[in-house]
């Protein structure tokens, strides 16, 4: 190779690099959008407010809030899915009556046990706390915490809602799951705050929301340890030992998070503390409610349903500047589909297994 050749190459060779290192500088060709992160939300004021408070918090400038401030909480039932005809927790203890009455004979002579076998709602709800605390304690204690997070998979991957024939895990909402990621590639660290059983949710958070288990907070069953040779347990005892609803989820976020949130989601007045103690707070902050508007795509209801009931927190929403999110006009979609699913960071459901409870058969109108 002549010396010539050689330059030649050479200035080929460096010219090269400029070209690469003006493509890596330019991050996107000209005309080229970004992926929206909220595709199943409207445009509209919502949508807007929930982008620019992101943006703003996020951003340098007098609303910028560090990393390790960025907590994000968010009710369950009702707000990340649905909660209708019943919530699917209190399903699935009706499914385990169910399952377990061969073992119990007494039980379809029994109240509430033979109410909940016979599928009677009503005759359950007339029997009060006492009824629904027997039915809950009957099938959520006497085990130990791996026994009852097992069920609860097994279940999921059997049983269907009574009205969609969807599996429960699902029914949660897509613009929900969105929301959840597009804060996290903010750096928000999202948990759940909700009523729901702690290890009930921790079943499918994370491969359903992308939550792991310590970010999961909820009531608990007492637990007591227990060690077996050297195999050692958490037993489920039939007590209960904190319910997370109300004034409950701001005491939970103080003592287990130990942060205020920045942003908070929620759909009911169980929520309603949870929302002032995250925007009564100095500095910027954000609350919104999932108001259940869509009549013909999910469920419509506030003020007087027995589930999910949404009044107090509705009336105090515009004098605290809380977002009152209108399902039937901000969500171009209510569920996802496995693609949308993975997308947002949920991982594959888990598959079914063999021997699983029924679905309770429930026919109820939608509200």
Do not use: C
């Not at 500088?25 to 807007?48: E, F, I, N, Q």
């Not at 171009?332 to 598959?351: E, F, L």
Request: glycine share 8%; charged share 25%.
């Amino acid at each position: 190779m002549t010396r010539a050749t050689a330059d030649r190459g050479r200035r080929r060779f460096l010219s090269g690099l400029g070209a690469l290192a003006f493509i890596a500088a330019v991050p996107m060709a000209a005309g080229a959008r970004p992926a929206d992160p909220l595709p199943s939300w409207t445009a509209g004021a919502t949508r807007t407010a929930i982008v620019d408070f992101v943006q703003r918090t996020t951003s340098k400038g007098d609303a910028f809030v560090p990393v390790a401030e960025r907590i994000a909480t968010f009710d369950n039932d009702g707000t990340l899915w649905a909660e209708q005809p019943l919530y699917f927790q209190f399903l699935f203890a009706l499914d385990r009556i169910r399952a377990l009455a061969p073992q119990h004979p007494e039980w379809k002579d029994q109240e509430p046990y033979k109410s909940a076998l016979a599928g009677d709602v009503k005759a359950l709800a007339l029997g009060g706390e006492k009824a629904l605390g027997e039915i809950v304690m009957a099938t959520h204690a006497g085990m130990t915490n791996d026994e009852f997070r097992a069920t609860v998979k097994q279940w999921l991957a059997q049983a269907r809602h009574p009205t969609t024939g969807r599996r429960y895990d699902e029914m949660v909402y897509q613009p929900m799951l969105e929301l959840l990621a597009y804060l996290r590639a903010n750096d928000f660290k999202t948990f759940i705050v909700s009523g729901g059983d702690t290890e009930f949710m921790r079943a499918f958070a994370e491969h359903v929301y992308g939550i792991p288990p310590e970010q999961v907070i909820g009531s608990r069953m007492k637990l007591e340890y227990r060690l077996t040779g050297d195999t050692p347990a958490l037993d489920r005892k039939p007590v209960m030992e904190f319910m997370d609803d109300g004034p409950g989820k701001p005491a939970a976020i103080g003592a287990i998070i130990g942060r205020r949130p920045l942003f908070a989601a929620g759909n009911s007045d169980g929520d309603l503390q949870m929302l002032q103690w995250t925007t009564l707070r100095p500095g910027p902050s954000m609350a919104i409610i999932v108001h259940h508007s869509d009549r013909a795509r999910e469920w419509a209801y506030d003020r007087q349903s027995a589930v999910g009931r949404l009044d107090k927190a509705l009336d105090e929403a515009p004098r605290r500047g809380w977002i009152v999110v209108d399902m039937a006009k901000d969500w171009k979609r209510i569920y996802p589909d496995a693609a949308a699913s993975a997308a947002n960071g949920a991982q594959p459901a888990p598959p079914p297994v063999a021997g699983g409870s029924p679905t309770l058969s429930i026919s109820r109108s939608r509200k």
